[in-house]
Nanobody, 123 residues
Framework: QVQLVESGGGLVQAGSSLRLSCAASGRTFRSYAMGWFRQAPGKEREFVAA????????YYSDSVKGRFTISRDLAKNTVYLQMNSLRPEDTAVYYC????????????????WGQGTQVTVSS
């Protein structure tokens, strides 16, 4: 099992930036990839971005491509989500998750989840 702790959320104005962090512990060596998902009130959880621990591939949803960047620090077992040019529609609880699956865009493929961090973007 992998333990995940997110941090870095907050309240910002549109156009601002935030960096989310996800510290992983436990059996991280078994994880194939790390992903970020988000869930806004009344909406389903949606894929945001993912990265393989090898760092060779990254994946983004169309809604954040070009604005968000996912990265990882192997030495710190930490994954980051740099979010630039934030929009009010980015407001959601952001979750970090770990998967051993090769299908990284589906939330059902992720077995381990963090508690989430709130991101609120005001207009």
């Amino acid at each position: 099992q992998v333990q995940l702790v997110e941090s870095g959320g907050g309240l910002v104005q549109a156009g601002s930036s935030l960096r989310l962090s996800c510290a992983a512990s436990g059996r991280t060596f078994r994880s194939y990839a790390m992903g970020w998902f988000r869930q806004a009130p009344g909406k389903e959880r949606e894929f945001v971005a993912a990265i393989r621990w090898s760092g060779s591939s990254t994946y983004y949803s169309d809604s954040v491509k070009g604005r968000f960047t996912i990265s990882r620090d192997l030495a710190k077992n930490t994954v980051y989500l740099q979010m630039n040019s934030l929009r009010p529609e980015d407001t959601a609880v952001y979750y970090c998750a770990a998967t051993t699956s090769t299908v990284v865009v589906l939330s059902r493929e992720y077995a381990d989840w963090g508690q989430g961090t709130q991101v609120t973007v005001s207009s």
